[in-house]
């Protein structure tokens, strides 16, 4: 992941992935610790990660899906948002959960990619969207 994403701590948002099908599908997973730097502010007596930062992983699982896909853009270009449509959230992400993105190409062209993403806690749906993403 860390030859891959640009992305460095505190901010690599995907910990491992578990199945990549280049050109169309991936599956990541983020393990969430009460040791995440976000937690002392969102909320100290109530723990939830913050919503955004569910969608960054998401994004950065797509990216890793995106890299992959088109491995000469390793090292040579970013991968940018370009948006996010029809998002969702359906479930609190608390330490302890383990988030499961799965992500899948819905439509390509060019340098642009439109990923249809979802979250899951527990086999629970806790986040969806529709991402829109490029390369610089």
Same mark, same amino acid.
Request: charged share 25%; aromatic share 10%; hydrophobic share 45%.
């Given at each position: ?54 969608? /960054? &992983?998401? $994004?950065? !699982?797509?990216?890793? %899906? #995106? ?48 990923? /249809? &993403?979802? $979250?899951? !806690?527990?086999?629970? %749906? #806790? ?10």
């Amino acid at each position: 992941i860390l030859k891959i994403l640009p992305h460095r701590y505190p901010f690599v948002l995907v910990d491992r992935i578990l199945e990549i099908e280049l050109g169309s599908s991936i599956k990541g997973l983020k393990n969430v610790t009460i040791n995440e730097p976000f937690f002392q502010g969102h909320f100290p007596e109530e723990p939830v990660m913050p919503g955004v930062l569910i969608m /960054e &992983g998401m $994004a950065q !699982v797509g990216a890793m %899906l #995106a890299y992959l896909t088109e491995k000469d853009k390793i090292g040579n270009s970013l991968v940018y948002f370009a948006g996010m449509d029809g998002v969702r959230f359906r479930k609190k992400v608390v330490p302890g959960d383990q988030i499961i993105y799965e992500l899948k190409i819905l439509k390509r062209k060019s340098k642009l990619f439109k990923i /249809e &993403g979802k $979250a899951f !806690v527990e086999d629970a %749906l #806790a986040a969806e969207a529709v991402l829109m993403a490029t390369f610089s």
